[in-house]
């Protein structure tokens, strides 16, 4: 296969699997969904949905936020992990919204990415699934796959990205990542890892994982 071949599988693929994408994290609107991905990092998307609901039933809105105190918020979030960096962020984060941009979510990287706690993936995801502006947020499931299916040279996830968002059309981002990240859980896992139900590795791969994952099957 050519490497647009392999790109055009690859949709076609995804889109036969997931005709419809749900959105991992339980959200109302921007705000929610801000808070909902940076609490993610480092935890489980179910876990965070079991906790959003304790911490938005307090406050869902940044003027609630910060009637909160750090600690309180603390508290309600610890489950999910680095909850003394996440409570801070969330905090912090609302009261520049509230000061800096009227109570409303920012829509650009730049804007996003001076709130804290808030990076580059966090801030893609928000202007992706909350404005539907083309972006393409890296998680662990799409780096892995990128890789395994030769798309990227699997340095890092900036290198990731660009070569995602140069192989794929601009209108498919949005779609796409979701899709991936959905694929990767259910097909092509990090762990206990089957590649006879992989379908899309199993048929363009790069040899060199399949190769490994053989060896290792052999072992």
């Known amino acids: ?10 949709i076609n693929t995804l889109n036969k699997l997931y005709p419809t994408i749900p959105v991992p ?6 705000y929610t969904l801000l808070i909902a991905v940076l609490m993610s990092a480092q ?20 003027y609630d936020m910060v ?5 309180e918020i603390r508290e309600i979030i610890k489950p ?7 409570s801070k962020g969330i905090f912090g984060l609302s009261k520049i919204i509230i000061d800096k941009h009227n109570g409303q979510v ?13 990076g580059h993936k966090t801030a893609a995801v928000v ?32 290198q990731t990205e660009k070569d995602a968002k140069r192989l794929f059309p601009k209108e498919l981002w949005n779609d796409l990542h979701l899709q991936i990240i959905w694929y990767g859980r259910q097909y ?11 379908i899309i590795t199993k048929t363009i791969g790069r040899k060199s994982v399949l190769n490994n994952y053989y060896k290792t099957k052999k072992s």
Request: net charge neutral.
């Open 127 to 158: 202007l992706s699934q909350a404005f539907g502006i083309p972006a393409f947020p890296v998680d662990t499931h799409i780096h892995r796959l990128m890789y395994r299916w030769g798309f990227t040279n699997g340095k890092n996830v900036v």
């Open 1 to 10: 296969m050519t490497k647009q071949e392999k790109v055009d599988f690859v």
């Open 67 to 71: 009637k909160l105190s750090i600690e």
């Open 43 to 62: 935890s489980t998307d179910v876990r965070v949905n079991q906790i959003t609901p304790l911490l938005f039933a307090k406050a869902d809105n940044p």
């Open 25 to 30: 994290l339980n959200h109302k609107d921007p």
């Open 106 to 118: 920012p829509k650009t990287y730049e804007e996003l990415e001076e709130l804290p706690a808030v």
């Open 80 to 86: 999910v992990g680095l909850s003394p960096m996440k």
């Open 188 to 198: 092509s896992p990090a762990r206990g890892w089957d590649l006879e139900k992989d």
